[in-house]
């Protein structure tokens, strides 16, 4: 098991930054597959970014606007988001596959607006 903590979500304009973290309870190293995935109000959750030991994938509309990476040492997980649209406005989610379980945060609100 683990469990995963959200922070750094808010309030920013049109075009400016905001940097996630996902802090998890235990030792990542071992767990292969971390991501952020977001659900905006009345849609369904859909994947952001995800990370594993060997490579990162993006969905459409985070590539190359979002970067994700890892801490094993720290044992976090930070998703750093850049000229952030309105469209981007959703409830944000870390989550971590172990074994055949997925794990999430409780999420945090990110708000593009102006």
């Known amino acids: 098991q683990v469990r995963l903590v959200e922070s750094g979500g808010g309030l920013v304009q049109p075009g400016g930054s905001l940097r996630l973290s996902c802090a998890a309870s235990r030792s990542i190293f071992s767990i292969n597959a971390m991501g952020w995935s977001r659900q905006a109000p009345g849609k369904e959750r859909e994947l952001v970014a995800l990370?594993?030991?060997?490579?990162?994938n993006y969905a459409g509309p985070a590539k190359g606007r979002f970067s994700i990476s890892r801490d094993n040492a720290r044992n976090t997980v930070t998703l750093q988001m850049n000229n952030l649209e309105p469209e981007d406005t959703a409830v944000y989610y870390c989550?971590?596959?172990?074994?055949?379980?997925?794990?999430w945060g409780q999420g945090t609100q990110v708000t593009v607006s102006s």
């Open positions: 990370i594993t030991s060997r490579s990162t």
């Open positions: 989550y971590a596959r172990v074994d055949d379980e997925t794990y």
